[in-house]
Every structure is written in C-alpha cells, then in structure tokens.
C-alpha cells in the first residue's frame, strides 16, 4: 500500500513584494508548501539544500536576472531536474523566450498573470511531480522486495543444503554416511574402469568400542567415535575419503593406490594411530579409552570388479585382521 506522500513544495522567486504577496494568494488554493525568495542569490540558497517539485521564477530581477540563475541551477544536484516557468512583465517576445528556454525554462508566463492559466500549469507540473514520486516509491518498494526476496532464496538455499548435508552425513562425527561412500565409491569405480585409475578401499572396525560402551555408558561411547573419527580423517590425505558406515565401522577411499604394499603399510601405520590412547571427558569424568582398529583393504579391479565383489572382499579382509588378533590390517586376496 503506498504511503502518503508529502506536500509538494514550489519556489516563487520575486524581487517585488506584491507580487510575492500576490503568488502566494493565488497558489493557496493548490495543496503545497510554498517557499519564497527575494532575489536569485536566496533562490540558489534555497536550492542547495531543498528540493522543489516546480520554481517560478521572475526573469527580471537586480544582480542576478532569471537567466542567469536557471544556468546555474542546471548544475546543483537537487534541482537540475526541477521544471522552471519564467513569469515576467517584460522581454515576451520570441528571441527572449527562447532564450528562457534554452536557459532550462519548460513555460513562458507574461505578467499580469492569468490565474487561470498559471493555476491550471501549475496543476499539471505537481500532478508530474506526484506521478515521479509514486514511481520513485513503487520501485522503491519493488527494490526492498526483490532484496528481500532475495535473503527468502539465500535462506532457502542454505536450508536446502543443510538438509542435503544431513541426508548425506553422520550426524555424531560429521562424516559422510553410507549413502554418499556407496554414490563416492561407484564414482571411483566408473574411473577406475574408464582409466585404468586403481585405488584401495578400506573397512575399518574399531577394537574394544563395546567395552567403552560398558564400562563408561553410551555418551563415552560418542565421544570415542567422534575422537576415533577426527583421528582418521587427520591421518588421511586431503583427496581421500572417509565416512562412517554404521556403528563403529568407517570406510575410507584411497585414490592413486597401485602396490599392495605401499597399501599394506598406510593400514599399518593407521592401525598405530588409532591404536594411541584416546582421553576423553563424558557425564562430567575423564578417562582414558584403549581401543584398536581392525582394517580389511581391497584394490579395485584386482580384488572386484564391480562394487558389491569389492566391498565383499574388504569386509572379508577385515575380519580376517578381526580373527588373527584384532588391531591389525590385512589385504584381500585377489580370490576373493
């Protein structure tokens, strides 16, 4: 709904205090506030710091005639779109006012005034003026909407994506879950296939999580999985994958991994990480977790071809690490 627009104001610039007098009579039957001036200095004085929807200027003043300050107010700020009628007893003939009008003048009024006439005009330059500011408020308006639709779609967007996150990710850890390691792991096979690219995937179990669960109750138990898991991501490289399958098993994806034992010996060294004790602080008490990680490895192509051969064969592997002892690695065989 548009808001109620102020009164627009005129400035009537007259050096003779009749006609001053005279303007300001007949203008007050037109809703506006009327400003006055004396001469052109105070004209341009008014113009410095306040905007008129019109000026009615007379030509022939002392010091400064009408010209001279419609050529000046060409340039201030506020009013150089102000429309100018020039109201003058003198100079009506058509070199003069062409002259009013190549100085910025939109109207030519010879004195003595019709007030038919300058009433009528005047109206038609307020109702431009009103009609201008009814625009400027509309797209005003429009601007603060489209601003605000704006921060609507950001925030829709943002809500979209956290829940895109939450569906994609492990709540506890803040790891991806299993959906997105299963779309992850098909992504590295169908590269794998196309180029030739190997790489590894581990399972990775962790060692003694029931016990934690036991002993210090279910909370320890999630700050284990998270300490567990900030572990694994640390000791991986940037381009690897991790996420946390289930429980308290993770998979993690190594790209570019070509040599069984170059493989044998990252599980070995992950299994000396995980293996470090965990302190932890759950229900208010400190305490020390001693756990391990169990990891089965499988080489893609060499060990499966398609996902599900693949996957099979690094859980076989992990619970064949489970079996030897726990805290442990072992690499599928490619019979698997």
Not at 35 to 56: H, K, Q, T, Y
């Amino acid at each position: 709904m548009n808001t109620r627009l102020p009164a627009p104001r005129i400035l009537v610039v007259d050096d003779t205090p009749a006609n001053l007098f005279a303007m300001r009579r007949l203008l007050s039957q037109i809703d506006a506030e009327l400003v006055e001036a004396s001469s052109g200095n105070e004209a341009l004085m008014r113009c410095l710091d306040e905007r008129f929807a019109l000026i009615l200027l007379d030509v022939n003043m002392p010091e400064m005639d009408g010209y001279e300050v419609a050529t000046l107010l060409a340039s201030e700020p506020l009013n150089r779109d102000t429309p100018i009628i020039f109201v003058t007893a003198a100079y009506a003939d058509d070199l003069n006012q062409l002259k009013g009008y190549r100085s910025g003048a939109v109207d030519y009024i010879a004195k003595p005034v019709n007030d038919a006439i300058l009433l009528s005009k005047v109206k038609v330059f307020l109702e431009l003026e009103t009609s201008r500011l009814r625009l400027n408020q509309a797209l005003a308006s429009l601007e603060q909407r489209n601003q605000q639709l704006q921060i609507e779609i950001a925030e829709r967007r943002r809500i979209e994506e956290q829940m895109r996150h939450q569906a994609t990710h492990d709540l506890l850890t803040g790891l991806p879950n299993r959906a997105l390691f299963i779309e992850t792991l098909d992504r590295f096979l169908a590269r794998a296939h196309r180029h030739d690219e190997l790489f590894a995937l581990l399972y990775v179990d962790i060692d003694g999580f029931k016990q934690v669960n036991d002993s210090h109750g279910h909370h320890a138990g999630d700050m284990l999985l998270q300490a567990f898991s900030q572990r694994l991501r640390a000791a991986l490289r940037t381009e690897d994958v991790v996420a946390r399958l289930g429980g308290d098993e993770f998979g993690v994806l190594l790209g570019k991994m070509t040599d069984g034992e170059v493989i044998r010996q990252k599980c070995a060294d992950l299994c000396g990480m995980l293996h470090a004790p965990y302190r932890l602080t759950a229900n208010g008490q400190s305490f020390t977790a001693h756990v391990g990680a169990s990891i089965g490895a499988a080489l893609s192509l060499l060990h499966g071809q398609t996902r599900d051969a693949l996957v099979q064969a690094a859980d076989n592997a992990m619970y064949e690490a489970k079996r030897a002892g726990k805290n442990q690695c072992r690499l599928a065989s490619a019979m698997m």
